[in-house]
């Protein structure tokens, strides 16, 4: 099993909706997660960290972490185009030094 | 306040040359990362630096490859010989703690 793993999608959803990203993780990652969002030829922008079991919020965006079944994710409410982007999930790695395990990427297209 | 620069933002160069990439953390940050994502694959670690010094470089693909960080500011990435397998685009990041701030990469395309 890879360290972090996510579905590379694409995801589709419509304007509006709710889309929900999804990624698991194996015993080798610590307990502190990441989500970045990654346009196209741009640096990866986080928008997310969790640390703590449970929701976090922070305006459309609320990222989740279960650590009994050990995945993250990230609902995004009222998707908007402008919301297409590749999603990426991250976790520190257990062996400390801060070093992030990336997933490979959910892209999400968000259409009118 | 500036984020994470990098230099240049595209590169070709061919099979056997050197290139040499440059990250600007962003200002008091002392932890500065080095990343890589080659074609089809996840970003992968390279090496963290913590001031000038490096923390962990486990993974540095060989010995082509030299990282430094002279007074704890501004690192340099060098390739040298550059080989086909070294084209990827190549992330620097940096933090005070744990969440790290990405620059724009360097795309390296070598022909």
């Known amino acids: 099993q890879k360290e972090v793993e996510q579905n590379s999608g694409p995801l589709s959803v419509p304007e509006g909706a709710i889309a929900s990203l999804n990624c698991t993780y194996s015993?080798?990652?610590?307990?502190?997660f990441f989500w970045y969002r990654q346009y196209s030829g741009k640096s990866p922008e986080l928008i997310m960290s969790?640390?703590?079991?449970g929701d976090k919020e922070d305006g459309r965006f609320t990222a989740q972490l279960n650590k009994a079944s050990q995945y993250v994710s990230l609902l995004i409410r009222d998707s908007q185009p402008s919301d297409s982007a590749t999603y990426l999930c991250?976790?520190?790695?257990?062996?400390?030094?801060?070093?992030?395990?990336f997933g490979a990427g959910t892209r999400l297209a968000v259409h009118p | 306040e500036a984020g994470v620069t990098q230099f240049p933002s595209h590169s070709v160069i061919e099979k056997g040359q050197t290139v040499t990439l440059r990250c600007d953390p962003i200002s008091g940050h002392d932890n500065l990362y080095w990343y890589r994502r080659v074609m089809g694959k996840e970003i992968k670690f390279l090496l963290h630096f913590v001031k000038e010094s490096k923390q962990d470089e486990s993974g540095m693909p060989n010995n082509r490859f030299l990282a430094e960080r002279t007074g704890g500011t501004y690192s340099t990435l060098k390739v040298q010989p550059a080989e086909l397998e070294d084209s990827g685009v190549y992330f620097c990041?940096?933090?005070?703690?744990?969440?790290?701030?990405f620059g724009q990469g360097t795309r390296l395309t070598v022909v």
């Open positions: 990041a940096s933090s005070q703690v744990t969440e790290a701030f």
């Open positions: 991250a976790a520190i790695n257990s062996g400390g030094y801060n070093k992030l395990i």
């Open positions: 969790i640390y703590s079991n």
């Open positions: 015993d080798r990652v610590s307990q502190s």
